[in-house]
């Protein structure tokens, strides 16, 4: 068995007593490399030209991903940000059967969409 995390490796351990290797994501960093702050400055401004303030997750909506605890704390930052168009990015579904439904959680907590 091979799993690409640690996390997995420990779940698949607690059910199987089977072998299990770790080989971890794998980057091409001829590819993927960090962008020069000028650059990034432009590609905001395009992704995010209203918003000001800009929180960006890209997770599955996994209860161990604690979707709430993150949306507790972006209802409270709402309340001490001083910024006009803050924007929290969730790259994720809104309903997930292995997680949560964001929307609900959203609307309980009164954060704008």
Not at 3 to 14: D, I, L, P
Not at 40 to 60: A, E, G, I, S, Y
């Amino acid at each position: 068995m091979i799993t690409y995390t640690n996390y997995g490796k420990e779940q698949f351990a607690k059910h199987s007593n089977q072998k299990v290797e770790v080989i971890p994501h794998g980057c091409n960093f001829k590819d993927y490399f960090k962008m020069p702050s000028t650059k990034q400055r432009k590609l905001r401004q395009k992704l995010f030209p209203n918003n000001d303030f800009v929180l960006v997750t890209v997770n599955r909506n996994q209860v161990r991903k604690d979707y709430p605890s993150l949306l507790i704390g972006w209802a409270e930052a709402l309340k001490k940000v001083e910024s006009k168009s803050p924007l929290l990015y969730i790259h994720a579904l809104e309903k997930d059967d292995a997680g949560y439904d964001l929307g609900a959680i959203i609307k309980t907590l009164n954060i704008p969409r």
